[in-house]
């Protein structure tokens, strides 16, 4: 009973019948006048700007009813004939239409959908670049897929080499257009991990409709870092002014390679020059810290290893020690004069220094610095003796020790006494023998014994008598009576030893060899006989009663 417009009927079903020539239509239940139409494809895709052709065909009796095909899409040809036509649709653009067919088949009006959805590849498959990466620690893995349709046949992995660590799908998304999709996945990576590639793979599955699309992203390597340990610096924690000592830095357990460690080491605020040694995965800097003036510096080093860094310091004094200074005023000085023995330092930084003057048996003064004195009055037993002059500065629980030494000379007169020169000697007949004749002074006297104006040695000496013993140096002399007496074992040879020394005793009662060697008896001793010669011997005329000899036989 009501009026219905084309537009309206076919929006709530397709089969219409044609009531009036005025253009009102009414629901037809003729039977008879029923008929079918069909559209192929019924279901297709076409990528996006794509283009299609759909056929419609009818099963009216009337061959030539009129039909057509009702779409927003863009039309370019057409084609018909005997219960079909087709029409091709171009530059589509919409992602899901549906295009309707139509007959009018005696007043009947029939259709049939198509269902046509738009696809597109994704434009660009990005994996975004991974940073360095810190063992053990979360990072994303992210993948941009750029401007793909439908989405909801999207499928989104995430792999580890030959490993799949994420996979995601798009089911949920109801809304068909061109869209851009972001895939993140969590991992914490291992030193297993280090060197692998990871990848972002799409499928985007319309195998239903004939279309199946795979893309993925370059690789990206995995660089994974541990630097397990804090670095260990080796200086001495005291370092003189001036004075160069070696600083190192080491750092173990360095991964994946050792070689890949980068060190900075700075003392008191500049950078040091150092070398780099490596063994297993231990890495060591080495360099020379100094300063030119004292006070506290830190020694620091750092030790990154990619996205990694760690660093370590230690505090370093710079000390001033000066070397302490040992003043002997005299130190050639005659003996009973003032000596000053002078034991003295400049300040120390920081200060405490503490001086001790001592020789080689106790300490003679102690104090703080700057300057210890000590006057003496020299005697024979100082020459010879050992002042130090000893500086202490304790550093914490280390204490420094830098000292001086000198030694003080004392000059004297030669002296001559008992001890080294006994007054009275006796030899042996036939012995070797030395005059004991030792004089002390400073410098080193020489001695020599003189008798009857005959200079000797204290080695020239083989005759019984007084002799005068002298010692002199430069500073004066001293003399010595010295009586030598030489026992003899053969008392009738006792004279002729003294007289002729060297005459055997088997011989010595013979006149002849007396000749010989100008022995001559007296006049009343001549005439007497062999083996009775007397002991009272005379001087040979012009000659000497002693002869000089190294030693006495």
Known sequence: HGLFSLGALWGRGCLVSLLSTTGAFAISGAAEQSFNVSVWPENSVVEHRGSIWLNCSHTCRDPSASGGLETSLTKAQNKSGPGWMAQELVDIQEWVSAPRCYFNCYGNVTCADAHITTYQPPERVVLEPLPDMELGRAYNLTCQVLNVAPVTHLT???RQGGRTLHTETFQNHTVIKLDNRTVTHEIIPQRRDHGQEVTCHTALDLRLQGQFFQNSSPAVELRIFDLPEEPQLLTSHYIEVGTRATARCGVAGVFPTVGEARFTLSFGGESLNFTVTTSGDTATAEGEVWSPFPGQRELNCTVTMGPMSRSARQSVLIYSFPQPVLEIDQPQALVNRNVSVTCSALASQPPGTTLQLRDSERTLASGPQPRLQLTL???KGDNGRQFTCEGNLTLGSR??????SAQLIVLYQPTLDESGCPSHQTWLEGTLQQLACEADGNPMPEVSCSKDSQ???????NVSGTYHCTATNRLGSMMRRVTVQVECES?????????????ARPTCNSQAVLADLGCFPSDSERGTPDGEISSHLREAPGESPTRTGAKLA
């Open 156 to 158: 989104v992995t995430l």
């Open 377 to 379: 009055t020299t005697h």
């Open 399 to 404: 204490s420094l020790i830098k000292n001086m």
């Open 455 to 461: 200079v000797y040695g204290t080695s020239g000496v």
């Open 491 to 503: 008392q009738s040879c006792a004279s002729l030893a003294l007289c002729c020394p060297g005459v």
